[in-house]
């Protein structure tokens, strides 16, 4: 059932910019949209599945993740109220997932058919192309991001990957020193190499005066900076 003291959360949400709330409440009923709440480890999305559902994290958050070949477990991303996944795998329809999402903690999910969406035959169709719209800037910003993670991957070392990554934060910030998005774990797994290894190669360019950091905290060198 669709809990509709969730919109002031839903507004602020960049996929649904532009709407009111009655606007919005009369748009989710129509698609079917619905609301559900996910226990700790409860799996939402499992890696290889196809999926039809657009879905968005009201409250809790949940875990991409994938398991290697000796099952250990490698977060690939924290998605927390806000969030949105599945939704270039309900537009696709024929891709599989590339991740396990699970709940961590008690987690409360917002869901609909993105065959729902596009109905032709679907009421209040100006709403729907409202909607369509900012589903398609959000998958354009997930496009670009995904290319400056190519950007990372393409880099021959493990050094210049991290420098890439570290060097586009720092300009998204505008700053040399800032905080960026991913623990040393996602980081890792970011930048496709495990946790030991960007530990390591991290202090060695600390001991080099190529960087400082605290946990999330990083600052550049002046000269890597520009």
Same mark, same amino acid.
């Given at each position: 059932m669709l809990r509709m003291q969730r919109n002031?959360?839903?507004?602020?949400? %960049? *996929?649904?910019?532009? /709407?009111?709330?009655?606007?919005?409440? $009369?748009? *989710?009923?129509? &698609?079917?949209? $619905?609301?559900?709440?996910? #226990?700790? +480890? =409860?799996?939402?999305?499992? #890696?290889? #599945? =196809?999926?039809?559902? &657009?879905?968005?994290? *009201?409250?809790?958050?949940a875990l991409g993740v994938k398991? +290697?070949?000796?099952? @250990? #477990?490698?977060?690939?991303?924290?998605l927390t109220a806000g969030c949105i996944f599945g939704d270039m795998?309900?537009?696709?329809?024929?891709? +599989?997932? %590339?991740?396990?999402?699970?709940?961590?903690? =008690?987690? $409360? &999910?917002?869901?609909?058919? /993105? +065959?729902?969406l596009v109905a032709i035959d679907g009421k209040e169709p100006h709403l729907r192309v409202k909607l369509l719209k900012n589903?398609?800037? $959000?998958?354009?910003?997930?496009y670009f991001d995904l290319q =400056? @993670? &190519?950007?990372?991957?393409?880099?021959p070392t493990l050094r210049l990957k991290i420098t890439e990554y570290l060097t586009k934060q720092s300009r998204i910030?505008?700053?040399?020193?800032?905080?960026?998005?991913?623990?040393?774990e996602q980081l890792a797994a970011y930048l496709n190499t495990d946790r030991s290894a960007l530990s390591r190669e991290l202090s060695n360019m600390k001991k080099e005066g190529i960087l400082d950091y605290y946990k999330n905290s990083f600052k550049l060198n002046e000269m890597i900076w520009h």
């Open positions: 002031s959360t839903l507004l602020s949400i %960049p *996929l649904f910019k532009g /709407f009111s709330e009655p606007e919005l409440t $009369e748009l *989710l009923c129509h &698609i079917g949209a $619905e609301n559900t709440y996910c #226990e700790n +480890d =409860k799996i939402i999305l499992h #890696e290889g #599945e =196809k999926n039809r559902y &657009i879905y968005i994290v *009201l409250s809790g958050f398991y +290697d070949l000796s099952g @250990r #477990e490698v977060v690939y991303n924290k795998l309900a537009v696709s329809k024929q891709s +599989d997932s %590339p991740v396990t999402v699970k709940a961590f903690a =008690k987690t $409360e &999910i917002m869901r609909f058919c /993105f +065959d729902n589903l398609t800037a $959000e998958l354009a910003v997930k =400056k @993670r &190519i950007d990372c991957l393409v880099c910030q505008k700053k040399n020193t800032f905080n960026i998005p991913h623990n040393r």
